[in-house]
């Protein structure tokens, strides 16, 4: 079992950049994918980025590509979120993600329901 906790948000002004934390409990961090999905007031979750175990396959949702990188330390055990050149419209509550999954397409890991484990969340909000 994984335990996943989220920190590093908070409030900033557009342009400005964040970077989330996701420290992972467990032995076996390095055998899961990762993600971060967010979800904003009103809307549904949505897929952010996710990283496959190697730490060289990654995705991205088509709004934060070029602007936020994902990366993992696997002997920290430890998943990151770099944000750069935010918007109003990333507000959102970002939660991390583990899936213990072999099938690490885009198409997988952009789906909720890919993944087993999820930290509770932490809330970025970004003014104009």
């Known amino acids: 079992q994984v335990q996943l906790v989220e920190s590093g948000g908070g409030l900033v002004q557009a342009g400005d950049s964040l970077r989330l934390s996701c420290a992972a409990s467990g032995r076996t961090f390095s055998s899961y994918a990762m993600g971060w999905f967010r979800q904003a007031p009103g809307k549904e979750r949505e897929f952010v980025a996710s990283?496959?175990?190697?730490?060289?396959?990654?995705y991205y949702a088509d709004s934060v590509k070029g602007r936020f990188t994902i990366s993992r330390d696997n002997a920290k055990k430890t998943l990151y979120l770099q944000m750069n050149r935010l918007k109003p419209e990333d507000t959102a509550v970002y939660s991390c993600a583990a899936a213990r999954t072999y099938t690490v397409t885009y198409a997988s890991l952009s789906r909720l329901n890919e993944y087993d484990y999820w930290g509770q969340g932490t809330q970025v909000t970004v003014s104009s």
């Open positions: 990283i496959v175990w190697g730490e060289s396959t990654t």
